[in-house]
Each structure stands twice: as structure tokens, then as C-alpha cells.
């Protein structure tokens, strides 16, 4: 099962901060899915993990606002 | 010159050794400012994050329900300012702190009704007088959870169901009893972390997700747009710690000294009575107040505290002033019995060396006063 993560009207930074506390519970190659705000939210958020060192398998649109990302915890 | 003697940790507490060396890891090394993007500031944030899913923990809530501030006060003046409006209901008891009477007070001269529960002689709240006094206007309960001056522990588990049952919501200050016995269950919880070794100047408040508050400081829009400031990460951090380091061990210890003491206390001196409820009832572990019949209580305060002997003639707050305490006086207590009244505030660090030095320093004064009148 996915691990997951409703990061929606959270701010940056405090959304990367959820999103490694979160990725720190789980083994390296588990998959974390976060929902969160499009525009700002998202790329911060993106560009963040990546700095890491961890992999964005995929991202997808859900609405006008929202957005979901899967990422891969190295 | 004596060793210090501290008793008057329910005013506040000496940061923990351990508190201190976590909060200067993060003033050495953690130096960027929680609200910015790069690395520095995230940096921060995960420390603030890390703590606030702790504290959430200890709460029994969702970390996002957690609000950092700076103190108790400003916790209970954001809840009550921030909900209550020109025609809203309060009702509170007799015995809160200052900062709830005070903001209840002024929110009366804005609109806000406002109903003051009282309490018996043990300090327990009248829950008729809460239930007779909702209207279809009350829209906040606010109780604390513990008295910090008497330690009484009140019923905050019926008034939560007295105020679900009325679709009203619930607020508790939980300053004093925070870590001492169980956390308690209310739309807002406010803990502060000097009271249990950890810093000055750091609280957080618990808000029920989905409830509206107008903030009372404006800015940057931090926590929300409920609290705007630079968020106080080493304070945060400190928070955290103090909260690990806390066991209830420590409560039934404090509780064992300070029944042994107060026992001893009533053989060697004539007249001592214990004010609010007995050891282990509804009292906080921690908490000793008591009274020595004809005994200006102020008089032995100041020379304890020349021999450096610390505890308090009331709160923190109104130590200092020469007005019978309201907690005591709602009690049913006289001005006089008020006035003669000493509390000691016990700690995880406090020995029964300390409390056979204070009894003696006790036995001594009040003999000594005593053969004055």
C-alpha cells in the first residue's frame, strides 16, 4: 500500500518539512503520494525532494488547484 | 550564604539541562528563518515540524491542530478574542487566570455575556451552574484544566460532554497540569512550556480544526494566519524536549513528598490546613497550598526568601501585591485565612532534604511570629 499525504493549503516551506517527516518513516524505494496546492506549492515541493535525493516518478493534475505527485524515497 | 532552595516551580520551572543543550544545537547550527525557501530555512522548518508532530502526540491530536505562540496568555486571549463576539456567551469559573478573567472582562465591556462558575470549597466547578447557564447564545466554556494556585484538578471530561451535548465549544488552559497527569480533551488546549522545564517566551495552543478564530496578530501569516511572527524554532524545539523528558513517574514522586511533607508540616506546627482538595483526589501532584492559622503569610514569604528559600504567597502574579488571592477567597476562605496562606510548587528535582530544611526554616519563623502577637 502507497503511504499518503494531503498536503492541501499547506505553505512551503512547511509542506517539504511534512513531506520528509513523512518520507523518514518509510523504507528506501517505498512510494509516498502528496496531494498538494498547483503553481508555487508544487515546484518548491518538486524541487526540494529532488534536492534531497529523492525521485519524482510521476506528477498529475487533479483540479484547477490541486495536484498529485509520486515520489520514490531513495 | 545558603543553597537555593527552589519551591515555586507552579510560577515556573528551571530549564532541563537536556532542553537547554537541544535548543543551543539548534541556535549553533539551525540559523535560517523557518518561513524561507532555501535550504536554511527548511532546515528549520523540519525542526519546527518534527516538534510540532511530537507535541501533537502528547496532545492527542493532528499535528496540524497545533498553533505555537508565545505564552499561556496569549494562547487563552487568542481563543477568547478571537471567537467571541458582541452577543456570544462565556462561561468561565471564579478561579481561572488572570488571563482569562482579565480578557473576560474586557470582552464584557465589548458586548460579550459572560458567566463566572462557581466552585466549592475544594475549588471544583459548579457543573449545574454551567449547565443552568448555557443559552442558545454560549458559544465557549472555558475551564482550566488545573488551578495553579490550589491544584485542583477539575471535571474537564463532563463539561467537554455538557458542552457537546449544547453544540458548544469547549476551551481549557492545561498550564499547570501539561505532563502531570493525563492530557485533557477540548476543542483548545493551551500548554506553555516553563512550567515544565523548558523555555520561557513558547506555548501552543490546540484548535480544533475547521473552527474559525479572527488572529490577533497580523503580519506574515504564520501558523495558519492565526499567529503572525517569525516562528521562535529553538523555543519550539525546546518545547518538544521538555515534553519528552516528561513522565508521569514524576508525578506520583512529587505527590509521595509533598503528602509526606504536608504530614509532617501539620505534627510539628499547630493550626496548618491544607486549602483545596486532599493528596491524590483532584489535586495536581505537584501542588501544596496551605495556611497557618494567624500567620501573615507575606512576612514568612520574605524571610524564607532572605535565607533563599523560594515558594510563593499565591500566583506568580499576585505574589507580589498584598491582595487576598480570588482563588482562595472563592473557596469560602477569609481575607485573613487567604493572607495566611503559602504555596509550594514542587518539581521532578526536588528533594526531601529541601522540604526537612523548609520545615525547619518553617517551625522556626512561625514560632518566632507566633510569640509577636
Known amino acids: 500500500m502507497i503511504e499518503t499525504l494531503d498536503l492541501k493549503a499547506v505553505p512551503c516551506p512547511q509542506n517539504i518539512s511534512k513531506i520528509i517527516i513523512k518520507l523518514e518513516l518509510l523504507d528506501s524505494g517505498e512510494h509516498l503520494e ?40 531513495n | ?48 515540524e518534527k516538534s510540532r508532530e511530537q507535541l501533537s502526540t502528547a496532545l492527542n491530536c493532528a499535528s496540524e491542530d497545533l498553533l505555537f505562540v508565545s505564552s499561556g496568555t496569549e494562547a487563552n486571549n487568542l481563543v477568547l478574542q478571537g471567537l467571541l463576539q458582541e452577543g456570544d456567551h462565556l462561561i468561565t469559573s ?59 484538578i ?12 449544547h453544540s458548544v465549544l469547549f476551551h481549557t488552559d492545561a498550564c499547570q497540569s501539561f505532563t502531570k497527569i493525563q492530557a485533557p480533551s477540548a476543542d483548545f488546549i493551551t500548554v506553555s512550556a516553563h512550567k515544565i522545564h523548558g523555555p520561557l517566551g513558547i506555548a501552543a495552543l490546540k484548535i480544533k480544526k475547521g473552527i474559525p478564530l479572527l488572529p490577533q496578530l497580523l503580519g506574515g501569516g504564520q501558523e495558519r494566519n492565526l499567529r503572525s511572527g517569525t516562528l521562535n524554532t ?9 515534553v519528552k523528558l516528561a513522565s508521569l513517574d514524576h508525578s506520583s514522586q512529587m505527590q509521595n513528598l509533598g ?11 499547630e493550626g496548618v490546613h491544607l486549602n483545596g482538595p486532599g493528596f491524590g483526589k483532584n489535586r495536581l501532584p505537584n501542588n501544596l ?26 500566583a506568580a502574579c499576585s505574589s507580589a501585591k498584598n491582595t487576598p488571592s480570588h482563588v482562595l477567597l472563592a473557596l469560602g476562605l477569609t481575607p485573613d485565612q487567604a493572607k495566611a496562606s503559602l504555596r509550594i510548587g514542587l518539581s521532578k528535582w526536588t528533594t526531601p532534604d529541601e522540604l526537612n530544611v523548609l520545615l525547619e526554616n518553617l517551625k522556626e519563623l512561625v514560632s518566632l511570629l507566633r510569640k509577636k502577637l
Open chain 1, 34 to 73: 502528496v496531494t498538494l496546492d498547483r503553481g508555487e506549492p508544487f515546484e518548491n515541493v518538486c524541487l526540494a525532494i529532488k534536492e534531497e535525493g529523492h525521485e519524482i516518478l510521476k506528477t498529475e493534475n487533479l483540479s484547477e488547484k490541486l495536484c498529485k505527485i509520486l515520489i520514490k524515497k
Open chain 2, 1 to 48: 550564604m545558603n543553597p537555593r532552595i527552589y519551591l515555586d516551580h507552579s510560577a515556573t520551572t528551571p530549564i532541563d539541562p537536556e532542553v537547554l543543550s537541544e535548543m543551543n544545537r539548534i541556535y549553533k547550527n539551525i540559523s535560517g528563518n523557518p518561513s524561507s525557501l532555501h535550504k536554511a530555512g527548511r532546515e528549520a522548518s523540519l525542526e519546527i
Open chain 2, 94 to 152: 471564579k478561579i481561572e487566570h488572570p488571563s482569562i478573567l482579565k480578557t473576560a472582562e474586557a470582552l464584557q465591556k465589548k458586548g460579550v455575556l459572560v458567566d463566572y462558575a462557581p466552585v466549592d470549597k475544594e475549588g471544583l466547578v459548579d457543573l449545574d451552574f454551567i449547565k443552568r447557564s448555557l443559552t442558545k447564545k454560549t458559544k465557549l466554556i472555558s475551564i482550566h484544566q488545573a488551578n495553579n494556585e490550589i491544584g485542583t
Open chain 2, 154 to 165: 477539575e471535571p474537564t471530561d463532563e463539561i467537554k460532554q455538557i458542552a457537546e451535548t
Open chain 2, 234 to 242: 529553538p523555543g519550539i524545539v525546546g518545547l518538544a524536549k521538555a
Open chain 2, 259 to 269: 503528602k509526606a511533607f504536608f504530614e509532617q508540616l501539620q505534627k510539628e506546627i
Open chain 2, 289 to 314: 497550598n496551605f495556611r497557618i492559622e494567624g500567620i501573615d503569610a507575606k512576612e514568612i514569604f520574605l524571610k524564607l526568601s532572605e535565607r533563599s528559600i523560594f515558594l510563593s504567597t499565591g
